[in-house]
């Protein structure tokens, strides 16, 4: 059973950057054959798609982000990483991972001054 659990959220300065992690555990082969996703949810908002990485390495985000989010794998550690840069105010929200159909718990992001 495919499990996963994010890490490195917590409080950054508008502008500031974030990297998350999000470990794959369960004994599945690594995320190279999955497609992978990031999402986030705002405090009363719908939960919305961030990043997404497909097995062959392209790599997907919404006009929101584009530009300023990345998302990324360690195979060898069954990792999937998304780095958030020039982080604004209104991202401030829970970021889950997903492997279709897994989420994890998800890391809470804050960003304020």
């Known amino acids: 059973q495919v499990r996963l659990v994010e890490s490195g959220g917590g409080l950054v300065q508008p502008g500031g950057s974030l990297r998350l992690a999000c470990t794959l555990s369960g004994g599945a082969s690594m995320a190279s054959s999955f497609v992978m996703r990031w999402f986030r949810q705002k405090p009363g908002k719908e939960r919305e798609w961030v990043a997404q990485?497909?097995?062959?390495?392209?790599?997907y985000y919404p006009d929101a982000v584009k530009g300023r989010f990345a998302i990324s794998r360690d195979n060898a550690n069954n990792k999937i990483f998304v780095q958030m840069n020039s982080l604004k105010p209104g991202a401030t929200a829970v970021y889950y991972c997903a492997i279709n159909p897994t989420w994890g718990p998800g890391t809470k992001v804050t960003v304020s001054s």
């Open positions: 990485m497909l097995p062959g390495g392209a790599t």
